[in-house]
């Protein structure tokens, strides 16, 4: 039987990704919001959902269908929108007795998280949220052969760059305000580091050897791994290779000097995300909690510091 979801933030840079997401899942998109109208690729999948540039009107029009009942209520809210906007909208899905599936970082600060588990505790309904990469059969495998091989007492050399340059725009958007975004730490890479986190154990100590609103570096000890890491949106540091070609994003990352490639299939991981939840194993506030609280943690670092967890 098909899910009917409402969506915020559906005029998102990411919003595509869960539009496919929930169509190619067989599900039903009921009603929209985002306070900007661009939002022409509702007619690709779904042409007949409510949209609203108010928030005010789309949570009343989502009350309205609460009351009409079970057959009518949404049971997923899809959250895309700004990250400093997420703990809210979180809160309203629980209100209106839904599911919530937040777009990352899924808080920006770890406080927001206990709020929100006590919340769910006293609700009948659940907060989950997208962290993609654990769902890429790339990186499952690798994942596989690092379990298998952790009773050797193995350690790992990881270096992970990730390069997204970006124009003048997202200094002045949302993304661009470390209140709203997180930073880069935050906004870029709260992903890769859930991934180092969930294939190489838990952090026990970091030191950030750069912060800026435009590049963030440094080092981690985890578990099992010892990781040097940069995360940029400036387009001078594009390898020269990258520049050559025209590309605007690298992205490498290296496990004992050998290149992990996944960079195929990104596009179709959020419906890999929404199989999962919708089969009953979607990503929980406790499998995000480690990531978020790490890059709360860098977002306050003293540059050059080494700090033991």
């Known amino acids: 039987m098909s899910k009917k979801f409402a969506l915020i933030g559906v005029a998102g840079y990411i919003a595509p990704r869960h539009l496919k997401a929930i169509y190619d899942t067989g599900n ?16 690709r999948y779904f042409p007949d959902a409510s949209f609203f540039t108010e928030f005010e009107r789309y949570d009343r029009h989502l009350e309205k269908l609460k009351r009409k009942g079970k057959d009518h209520s949404v049971d997923y809210v899809s959250i895309c929108s700004p990250n400093y906007l997420h703990d809210a909208h979180i809160r309203q899905a629980l209100r209106l007795g839904a599911d919530a599936l937040c777009e990352k970082p899924l808080v920006l600060n770890p406080w927001n998280i206990d709020a929100l588990e006590e919340m769910e505790s006293e609700s009948e309904n659940k907060v989950f949220t997208v962290l993609q990469l654990r769902t890429h059969p790339r990186l499952i495998d690798l994942k596989k052969r690092i379990d298998a091989e952790r009773s050797q007492g193995r350690r790992y050399q990881i270096k992970l760059h990730y390069i997204t340059s970006r124009g003048m725009w997202y200094r002045y958007s949302w993304k661009g305000v470390q209140e709203k975004s997180g930073g880069v730490a935050t906004n870029i890479g709260i992903h890769f580091f859930d991934m180092l986190i969930w ?111």
């Open 28 to 43: 039903e998109l009921v009603a929209a919001m985002d306070p900007f109208d661009s939002v022409g690729i509702l007619d």
């Open 199 to 309: 294939m190489f154990g838990d952090v026990k100590s970091y030191r950030v050897t750069e912060s800026s609103p435009e590049t963030m570096a440094g080092e981690l000890e985890l578990e099992n791994a010892d990781v040097e890491w940069i995360l940029s949106i400036d387009r001078e540091r594009l390898p020269e290779q990258a520049a050559l070609n025209e590309l605007t994003t690298f992205r490498s990352i290296q496990i004992d000097g050998e290149e992990v490639e996944f960079s195929t299939g990104f596009t179709d991981l959020h419906t890999r995300v929404y199989e999962e939840l919708l089969g009953g194993n979607g990503f929980t506030m406790q499998d995000a909690r480690p990531s978020i609280e790490l890059v709360h943690r860098l977002r306050s670092a003293p540059v050059d510091a080494l700090v033991n967890k």
